[in-house]
């Protein structure tokens, strides 16, 4: 089955500085990956996604790049603020079922 | 609000006992799934209903079942518990079938503790 990993776990940063969260996946047969967001207690909440027939997507301060040769894909968020503190979840999905596989994590904290 | 509800919220119990988590997807949504976050985990997936049959199965135990009914609410099944079955199990639910953006719209959760 699908496999996704997802570094760093934890990510630190000032606010104003931009963050990159990485992302691999296994199964070449993925075409669709979203990114997730869960603020504390809260539930996960789709923020961006990308399908496989584009390598860039951005929206306002996010953006999300994937590289299908090398089975990888990243969410950049430029001047991070302290509301984007969170964990952010990568998924890999494919064809009709869209179940997702997701990466374990990445904690990000926003110092203002 | 996703439009997804899950009851009960809070949920504590022993060891050994049976408890039954409910979602209700949004309206229209005819696929639900399962899933289950652990302490430091992440979004651990169980299993998947479209329109009322069992479409996949995830790392779910044998001590756990769902079923989701004619007016596509489902119910989570968890039994003979353990205290590593303590988590937050969320529903989410989509539109399903090749009509689906792939988007899931995320249920509160139900935080399970097993005493």
């Known amino acids: 089955g699908e496999n996704v990993e997802q570094h760093p776990s934890t990510l630190s940063v000032q606010e104003g500085d931009s963050a990159v969260i990485k992302c691999t996946y296994s199964?070449?047969?993925?075409?669709?990956f979203p990114w997730y967001k869960q603020e504390l207690g809260k539930r996960p909440q789709l923020i961006i996604d990308i399908r496989s027939n584009v390598g860039e997507k951005k929206d306002q301060r996010i953006a999300v790049t994937l590289n299908k040769t090398a089975k990888h894909f990243s969410l950049h968020i430029t001047e991070t603020q302290p509301e984007d503190s969170a964990v952010y979840f990568c998924a890999a999905s494919k064809g009709g079922s869209y179940i997702p596989t997701f990466g374990r994590g990445t904690s990000l904290i926003v110092h203002p | 609000d996703s439009g997804v509800t899950q009851t009960p919220k809070h949920l504590i119990t022993a060891t050994g006992q049976r408890v039954t988590l409910r979602c209700s997807p949004r309206?229209?949504?005819?696929?639900v799934y399962w899933y289950q976050q652990s302490l430091d985990q992440g979004l651990q997936f169980l299993i998947q209903?479209?329109?009322?049959?069992?479409?996949a199965k995830g790392n779910i135990l044998e001590r756990f079942s769902a079923q989701q009914f004619p007016d596509l609410h489902s119910e989570l099944n968890l039994s003979s518990l353990e205290l590593g079955d303590s988590a937050l199990y969320f529903c989410?639910?989509?539109?399903?079938?090749?009509?689906?953006?792939?988007?899931?719209?995320f249920g509160e959760g139900s935080r399970l503790t097993v005493l």
């Open positions: 209903y479209y329109n009322g049959e069992e479409r």
């Open positions: 199964d070449s047969a993925s075409n669709y």
């Open positions: 309206s229209g949504d005819l696929s």
């Open positions: 989410a639910s989509s539109v399903g079938g090749q009509g689906g953006t792939g988007e899931l719209f």
